[in-house]
């Protein structure tokens, strides 16, 4: 089973495809009847959820943390 990192930079991955997809043949958003069909909108979720993926590698990523003690 993938670990949460690579699962994480699937979804990436796969987010920035659909973003790729959008912007090479943008579509304007309408209203068909009565129905609406936002493509700004459902650009900005995509670019939200790259966003909370950073976040998550960021987060699984190993760190450390300098620090200095005084007496």
Do not use: R
């Not at 089973?1 to 990436?12: G, L, R, V």
């Not at 936002?38 to 620090?67: N, R, T």
Request: aromatic share 10%.
């Amino acid at each position: 089973m993938p670990s949460d990192a690579e699962q994480y930079a699937t979804i990436k991955t796969q987010t920035l495809a659909l973003l790729v997809a959008m912007t090479t043949d943008p579509k304007p958003t309408y209203n068909i009847d009565g129905q609406m069909v936002d493509w700004a909108g459902y650009q900005k979720a995509l670019e939200a959820k790259v966003e909370w993926c950073d976040k998550m590698l960021a987060g699984e990523a190993p760190f450390e943390i300098h620090s200095q003690g005084y007496t």
